[in-house]
């Protein structure tokens, strides 16, 4: 089964708001913690990534939260934009670089 | 910066018919490679990785085969295509920074 997971399947959110989108993860041994953005028919984008000895990393209108007590890690988007309407996967390090994803939250900007 | 390309974009084949699935990487030498699965509205399930040439990595027991036998290219293959190995099959590698890096992806559909 899929070790790492998403509280929610879609997220609909306001041009300009920010967006936050959550996971959590079952694997305590984890080291490295990535987000992917996935549009339409093609393959997930490398969004940003964080380590298990940092917990927040910020990247351009990103940031990346992780919370190893309660593993879980978050993406916060700020000013969202039409253009990321997509679905979001955090993938977490299961040993030799190989990814657990979760299902993926849909985000949906609205106009 | 490297880049990894897959064809076909999009195949359509009759059940009990072969595959072969390809993926070649630019820009890094032997690079740890990944065939992945993603079913529609999920996350991504790895099939195969390998760490070099001839070396390869099952995740899960299926249909399907990978070889490796070139550092950068990478093939995905089944002697008899099931309906139930529809899908989206992506292919990745491993970069200098240890972040995966995707394709674009080959959308198969099995009739």
């Avoid at chain 2, 820009?27 to 065939?35: I, R």
Wanted: charged fraction near 15%.
């Amino acid at each position: 089964g899929e070790s790492v997971g998403l509280h929610l399947p879609t997220l609909s959110v306001q041009e300009g708001d920010n967006s936050i989108i959550n996971c959590a993860y079952s694997n305590s041994a984890s080291d490295y913690f990535i987000w992917y953005k996935q549009e339409s028919g093609k393959g997930p984008q490398f969004i940003i990534d964080i380590r298990s000895n940092m917990d927040k990393r910020q990247g351009q209108r990103v940031t990346v939260l992780l919370n190893k007590t309660v593993k879980h890690l978050s993406l916060q988007i700020a000013a969202t934009q039409p253009g990321d309407s997509a679905v979001y996967f955090c993938a977490e390090n299961s040993g030799d670089y190989k990814l657990s994803f979760g299902a993926g939250t849909t985000v949906t900007v609205r106009a | 910066s490297q880049t990894i390309h897959q064809w076909p974009a999009t195949l359509v084949q009759p059940v009990g018919s072969p595959l072969s699935l390809e993926c070649t990487v630019e820009g890094t030498s032997n690079p740890n490679l990944y065939w992945y699965r993603q079913a529609a509205g999920r996350g991504l399930q790895l099939l195969f990785y390998s760490v070099g040439i001839g070396q390869i990595s099952s995740e899960v027991p299926q249909n399907l085969s990978a070889s490796r036998p070139q550092d950068r290219q990478f093939i995905l293959s089944s002697k008899k295509l099931l309906l139930s190995d529809s899908g989206f099959y992506l292919c990745a590698g491993l970069n200098q920074a240890d972040t995966q890096y995707f394709g674009p992806g080959t959308r198969l559909t099995v009739l």
